[in-house]
Every structure is written in C-alpha cells, then in structure tokens.
C-alpha cells in the first residue's frame, strides 16, 4: 500500500507540474487558472487512494488518468458557471466573467478533450475498459446537468427524480474515480464494482453536503456566494425535503418565498433569510445532516464488502473527510 501522505504529496507534485500549451494564451489561460485555483482535488486523490490499496508506487499510467478526472471535472464547473450565472468558483471571479462566455465554453471543450487524452496514457491490459467507464461516465453527467436545467421549469420535483439527478451528475464521477483506481491497480471485477457503488454513495452525500453548506455554510470556506441556490430557485435537497414535509399553505408559502424577486443585494438577503427560516422550521436542515451520515454509512457499507483492515480504514477516512464539512 501507499501511504495518504505519499498520496498528497503525489496530488501537490501533479498539478504543480501539469503542463497545457502557451498558445493562443486566451484559450489555455483559462485551463491554467482554473487548476491554479485549487479545489479539494477529491476525484484524482480517491483514484489514486483505491490506486493504493493494491500498488507500492505510481508511474503515468494512473497519475495521468488521475489528472484526467480532476481536469474533466474542471471542464464542468467552467460551464456549470455560465448556466447558473455564478460571479465566483473557490472564492474568485469566474472563468466566464474573465474571459467572457465563447472563451470559457471553447476552453471548457479543449480541457474535456485534454481530460480524454490523458485517459489515454492507462495501461495498455486495461485501457479500453477505463476509456469505456469514462465516456459513460462522460454522458452520464451531461445527463444530469440536463435534467438539472429541466427541473429549473417546474415548481417541484419528487425526492427519488432529484437523488436520481444529482447521481447522475456528481455521484457517477466520484464513483468513476473510485473504480478507475482499482481498475488499473489490476484489482478484481468484483472489488472494482464494490468500489464504483461506495464511490457512488460517497458522491450523493458530498452532493447533499453541497447542498446544506450552500444555504449554511461560511462563504469564505464554501469558496462561492451563500444561497445561490435559493436566489437561483434551484432544486436542492433542502428544497425537495421541504417540499415533501410542508403541509398545504406551508407548501405554497415556500413556493412564493422561493419565486421573490433577487436583483438587488437586498432582495436576495432578504430572500435567502426567508427561505431558511422554511427550512429550519421544518428541521430539513437537520435531516440533511442525517442523510449525509447515512449514504456516508451506506458507502462504507458497499466498501466493506471487498475490503477490511486497512484498506477499509483508509477509505472510511477519505469518506469522513467528506462527511466532515457539514459537521
């Protein structure tokens, strides 16, 4: 196995020295700022931690498929951040608001291409089965930014449509990392399943974490504006639960809340306090805590299966650091 400090410094050490062309400098700009400014690096660090559990060492084979997921999730967000009109990503301006909106969707495209070419350098034995996993997991997001865009046009979705969703657009790719690891660790089919479900778990409940933290979390540490989704009218899991625990008038109390107007700085204080009065009064905020412990809990769960000792300690730590956010 390899250690979790050898895991980091392997993180830091890859995208310190991650290299895109210099020109032109207003298409590759872009791709090196949004790998300056950071992030927790999530995707690339559960690859190479269920990498880990069956390797001594890294080579390129699995730190360039690595790099790969954090650039491909990278290319998401840039585009993320045109649909929802979003002003900053980890606490900075956006790539759209820099270079405008044509220079961040074609430096979105180039880095989703970049991501596909780094794919490529997995080891020759399993190479298909991870381009394969990958375009699914590919199109399996774009899926779920669809549906995402089409929940924005109605008033309410059940909680099943909007676990499906976020599944499909956070869950598959986390659940991707995990799987690819092992995969080109060379690990079993059984173990590299069990670890796409913990994966998959693991993704819906940092999802809903996201979610939680948007409405009540600290600006400075969530990286973006607090109630975004709020002023967005967006469905997210505080709204859905709230939806489905409301009584009537309570009902149609929060869907006119949530229709106010948000165009000044006023407005949208105003609305984001109202709307969180709605979830607290319903304690959804709370059973947002519960339902991140327990698809955390579910994860290990799948985890457990193909691991013990620690292997399975190992990534009950990666999945409590997760969970940890909300805490």
């Known amino acids: 196995m390899i250690s979790e400090n050898k895991i980091d410094a392997a993180i830091s050490q890859l995208f310190s020295t991650l290299k895109f062309s210099e020109t032109p400098a207003n298409l590759y700009d872009p791709l090196r700022y949004m790998i300056s400014i950071g992030g927790k690096r999530i995707r690339p660090k559960l690859c190479l931690t269920t990498y880990s559990l069956y390797k001594d060492t890294f080579d390129e084979t699995v730190l360039q498929p690595a790099a790969g997921l954090e650039i491909f999730h990278s290319f998401t967000l840039i585009h993320d951040d045109i649909m929802d009109r979003s002003p900053l990503r980890r606490g900075v301006p956006t790539v759209w608001t820099k270079w405008g909106e044509d220079g961040a969707i074609l430096s979105g495209d180039v880095m989703c291409i970049d991501s596909y070419k780094r794919m490529a350098k997995a080891p020759a034995g399993v190479l298909e089965k991870v381009l394969d996993l990958f375009s699914t997991t590919a199109s399996e997001v774009c899926d779920g930014q669809q549906l995402d865009m089409d929940f924005e046009k109605v008033k309410e979705v059940s909680m099943a ?17 995990a799987k690819m690891g092992a995969l080109i660790a060379g690990a079993s089919e059984d173990i590299c399943d069990a670890l796409y479900n913990y994966g ?22 969530f990286g973006k504006p607090i109630g975004g989704d709020i002023i967005n009218q967006k469905k997210c899991w505080l709204t859905t639960r709230a939806l489905e625990k409301a009584d009537d008038q309570t009902k149609a109390s929060l869907l ?43 994860a290990m769960e799948h985890a457990a299966k193909v691991c013990r000792g620690v292997r399975l300690e190992t990534l009950r730590r990666f999945a409590d650091k997760l969970v940890g956010r909300t805490k």
């Open 200 to 221: 998959y778990s693991l993704g819906l409940a940092f999802q809903v974490a996201d979610d939680y933290l948007d409405a009540f979390g600290d600006e400075k540490v």
């Open 161 to 177: 449509d909007y676990m499906k969703m976020i599944g499909l657009k956070t869950g598959v790719l986390i659940a991707c990392s």
């Open 256 to 298: 006119s809340a949530l229709e106010m107007k948000a165009e000044t700085e006023e407005e949208k204080g105003e609305k984001i306090s109202i709307v969180r009065n709605f979830y607290t009064s319903l304690r959804v905020d709370e059973d947002a805590k519960y339902e991140i412990l327990r698809l955390n809990e579910e």
